[in-house]
């Protein structure tokens, strides 16, 4: 049974910074792709950032402040937060592709978590 469960999220001011932690279990880490998404009130599931095989991908409007990382050893998924903005507010989940395809679309990802809260003061 394939679980995944974030941690880490919380309130924090314009500017600050957050990290957030994934544990995942019943997958072979290092044999998926890894993703993290989030989403606002009102809005679609979007991807934040996305790991394979060491290569990442970042949405335009994080590129710069959020990085991502793994620890295969571990089995751990982690996004690095930094200079936060009220529009980065948001539940964060990550995901896991046994597919490989890495895409875009929530739809095309087959684990998730059940998500951390993320709240960001101006």
């Known amino acids: 049974q394939v679980q995944l469960m974030e941690s880490g999220g919380g309130s924090v001011q314009a500017g600050g910074s957050l990290r957030l932690s994934c544990a995942a279990s019943?997958?072979?880490?290092?044999?998926?792709?890894l993703g993290w998404f989030r989403q606002a009130p009102g809005k679609e599931r979007e991807r934040v950032a996305r790991?394979?095989?060491?290569?990442?991908v970042y949405a335009g409007s994080v590129k710069g402040r959020f990085t991502i990382t793994q620890d295969n050893a571990k089995n751990k998924l982690y996004l690095q937060m930094n200079g936060l903005k009220s529009e980065d507010t948001a539940v964060y989940y990550c995901?896991?592709?046994?597919?490989?395809?890495?895409?875009?679309?929530?739809?095309?990802?087959?684990?998730w978590g059940q998500g951390t809260q993320v709240t960001v003061s101006s």
């Open positions: 019943g997958i072979t880490f290092s044999s998926y792709c």
């Open positions: 790991i394979y095989s060491g290569s990442t």
């Open positions: 995901a896991a592709d046994r597919g490989q395809l890495c895409a875009t679309a929530a739809r095309e990802w087959d684990f």
